[in-house]
């Protein structure tokens, strides 16, 4: 199993570049989430979609779009990238909707992505 | 406002020694969860809490609901140990669930 694999590793982008951040989770989970990690700040929680074929916002979901393509596959699409959006972002996954305390989290490798 | 507070923010310590990092939070929590970031920015979930404590190898967690506080413990401290220890909360209300982590606690065992 591969768990959670993001794609691209890094990405370098300018100002109003748009671009898909994808992710696949191998395990059957319901639940999968996007974050951004900043320095000094924790991670955030951009969207999530607790189910197959629902998505909702999380604490900074301005200027992020995402799409739950499938029960594996969960992009993020920045539509016109800005600085601020430089971070690493890391996409998640859980059996199910992060409710009870058993609920594990499995994070991909992360996307570092610097937009110029 | 951060909703989850972790001290240290940065901790050394000798290989073999006993380490202490702690969690505050100031929202009513359904879970508690401690996770672990290593140096090449992966990330594992260590423990989930709602309730007492957790034990898995030298690591142990605890949780007191009433005084809002959790802390993770690793005994024997190893060069190995050397990571982020980040500590997020789930709260549950009617518009669901929100999760706040904490900044994380830097660790450097130094052998």
């Known amino acids: 199993n591969a768990g959670v694999t993001q794609t691209p590793k890094f990405q370098v982008l300018k100002t109003g570049q748009s671009m898909t951040l994808q992710c696949a989770q191998d395990m059957n989970h319901n639940s999968m989430y996007w974050y951004r990690q900043d320095p000094g700040m924790g991670l955030r929680l951009i969207y999530y979609?607790?189910?197959?074929?629902?998505?909702d916002k999380g604490e900074v979901p301005n200027g992020y779009n995402v799409s739950r393509l499938n029960k594996r596959e969960f992009s993020l699409r920045l539509e016109s990238a800005a600085p601020s959006q430089t971070s690493v972002y890391f996409c998640a996954s859980s059996a199910l909707w992060l409710v009870a305390a058993y609920n594990e989290q499995f994070f991909g490798p992360g996307t570092r992505l610097t937009v110029l | 406002k951060n909703e989850v507070e972790q001290s240290p923010q940065n901790l050394t310590a000798q290989e073999g020694e006993f380490i202490t990092i702690n969690c505050s939070y100031s929202?009513?929590?359904?879970?508690l969860h401690w996770l672990q970031q290593h140096p090449g920015g992966g990330i594992v979930s260590l423990f989930m809490?709602?309730?007492g404590k957790k034990k898995h190898g030298r690591l142990i967690a605890t949780i007191n609901i009433q005084e809002k506080h959790s802390s993770l413990h690793i005994t024997a401290s190893h060069p190995r140990d050397s990571a982020v220890y980040i500590c997020a909360v789930v709260t549950t209300g009617t518009g669901g669930n929100q999760f706040y982590f904490g900044t994380g606690t830097s660790l450097t065992v130094i052998p």
């Open positions: 929202v009513g929590i359904s879970a």
């Open positions: 979609s607790a189910s197959e074929g629902t998505t």
């Open positions: 809490l709602s309730s």
